[in-house]
């Protein structure tokens, strides 16, 4: 008769212990992976620093000067060869810090199909024109007495230029560094050139004529920030 071996019974008991011990190794082993995250924290360190800008401010201003009107320039009755001059006084108003640069007048004038900016080409090939003098001190003015002088040094700083082209290429009145608090006493002097000429016929003025005109200028000084630079701190 064969044997037939036979195991052991294992009790209930006997697997509830295995059971738990499993269940006790499980435990064990996530406690060991908590732990190892802790291990793997690294050093950390910082440093700090602070700095601050401020910005510099550009200002250009214009004003009567000397007694003068100053702007809005007005003029009536022109005819080749007269000047009228105004007077204004400049100012550069840019912070301390900062000095401009460069300068310049542009002028331009309605309409701009104007006769008095291009006249017919049988008067003429230049229209009015815009000139400007420097003064070192402040000019004196009388209206009434239709004087104007300087008691310092006196500068051309604009040779006269048509409108035609100041509209399109400002012309330049200082060249370089325009100073913070730098004070420019100018007379304006709008031109209208003796060198126009034209015939009214038996109480007929030209089709195309430079009489009778009205004519709006505007005037716009300019100047522009120093060159920019690069500096180390």
């Not at 064990?28 to 190892?36: E, K, N, S, V």
């Not at 810090?97 to 090939?125: E, H, M």
């Not at 290429?169 to 325009?178: M, W």
């Not at 002097?189 to 009214?200: A, D, F, G």
Request: net charge negative; with cysteine.
């Amino acid at each position: 008769m064969s044997t037939v071996p036979v195991s052991a019974p294992t009790s209930s008991l006997g697997r509830h212990k295995f059971k738990a011990a499993a269940v006790a190794a499980g435990v064990t082993l996530g406690g060991l992976a908590l732990t190892g995250a802790g291990v793997y924290a690294g050093l950390n360190a910082v440093a700090t620093g602070t700095g601050s800008v401020a910005s510099g401010t550009i200002s250009l201003t214009v004003g009567a000067e000397g007694g003068s009107a100053g702007f809005p320039q007005t003029v009536t009755g022109m005819v080749p060869g007269d000047i009228d001059n105004t007077y204004v006084t400049l100012t550069n108003g840019s912070s301390s810090d900062i000095t401009a640069q460069d300068l310049t007048l542009q002028v331009a004038g309605t309409p701009a199909n104007s006769t008095l900016i291009t006249p017919p080409a049988a008067d003429g090939t230049t229209g009015i024109e815009v000139a400007v003098n420097g003064c070192s001190v402040a000019w004196v003015v009388s209206p009434t007495a239709n004087t104007a002088t300087c008691g310092g040094t006196t500068t051309p700083l604009l040779a006269a230029t048509p409108v035609a082209t100041l509209a399109t290429t400002p012309g330049p009145l200082v060249s370089g560094t325009v100073a913070p608090g730098a004070v420019y006493r100018l007379q304006v002097q709008l031109i209208l050139p003796s060198s126009l000429n034209e015939t009214t016929t038996n109480g007929t003025t030209p089709s195309s004529s430079i009489q009778g005109q009205t004519l709006a200028l505007n005037y716009t000084f300019n100047e522009v920030q120093r060159t920019a630079t690069t500096t180390n701190s």
